[in-house]
């Protein structure tokens, strides 16, 4: 069964502790992995898309990384702004476009 | 350039009753998803229509439908409403790209709250 687990649910850092969040996945064959920021009542926001391990994008304090069981979402010198939860979800081979998202990570970055 | 629309906001309805929510997709998007979140939890797929047919399907019951509209605009309709059904309703638009990932942008949700 295809699934993503995210650790940890919640992280609650300093303002500038630098920190990772982990996104493990299993899938019969990865079509592409995405990384989303959910403010609290509102839709997810568009970050980041991998599709090969190796693969890194970044986005201002935000980097993406992937290998072929896991992805990681490194952020450098948090601001409170960063808090938000952070969400993770897989594209399947085969899929017409089925998202699989995990839980989540709340991350709280403190002044 | 209007990203995804979506009516209402917010919704209050009474078991067993019927809802319809709309979604406008982002311009130069022809696929629309529809998706359900729980409080505390991630989205959950319930169908993709693409040329205004329904694609694909999660696994939730007939009770829930869509509908696609020549201008690419979708309809998620919900009937014999059940408390479970409280959520926010999240849409999310894309361009179809057969064999290849689908990058997916969300409206801001519809909260359905059913009393």
């Known amino acids: 069964e295809d699934q993503v687990t995210q650790s940890p649910e919640a992280l609650r850092l300093q303002e500038g502790e630098s920190s990772s969040l982990n996104c493990s996945y299993t899938?019969?064959?990865?079509?592409?992995l995405f990384w989303y920021r959910q403010d609290p009542g509102k839709g997810p926001e568009f970050l980041f898309t991998?599709?090969?391990a190796g693969e890194e994008k970044e986005k201002e304090r935000l980097k993406a990384t992937l290998t072929k069981k896991e992805s990681f979402l490194h952020i450098t010198a948090p601001k409170p702004e960063d808090s938000a939860t952070y969400l993770c979800?897989?594209?399947?081979?085969?899929?017409?476009?089925?998202?699989?998202f995990g839980k989540g990570t709340k991350l709280s970055v403190k002044p | 350039d209007a990203g995804v629309t979506q009516s209402p906001t917010h919704l209050i309805k009474t078991r067993g009753q019927q809802v319809t929510l709309r979604c406008s997709p982002k311009?130069?998007?022809?696929?629309v998803s529809w998706y359900q979140q729980a409080l505390g939890q991630g989205p959950q797929f319930i169908f993709q229509?693409?040329?205004?047919?329904?694609?694909q399907r999660g696994n939730f019951p007939d009770r829930f439908s869509g509908h696609q509209f020549p201008n690419y605009s979708s309809e998620l309709n919900v009937n014999a409403l059940l408390l479970g059904d409280s959520a926010l309703y999240l849409c999310?638009?894309?361009?179809?790209?057969?064999?290849?990932?689908?990058?997916?942008?969300f409206g801001p949700g519809t909260r359905l709250t059913v009393l």
């Open positions: 979800a897989v594209q399947a081979e085969g899929s017409q476009g089925n998202l699989i």
């Open positions: 899938v019969s064959g990865l079509r592409g």
């Open positions: 999310a638009s894309s361009v179809f790209h057969r064999g290849s990932y689908n990058e997916q942008f």
């Open positions: 311009s130069g998007h022809d696929t």
């Open positions: 991998l599709y090969s």
């Open positions: 229509y693409y040329e205004e047919e329904e694609r």
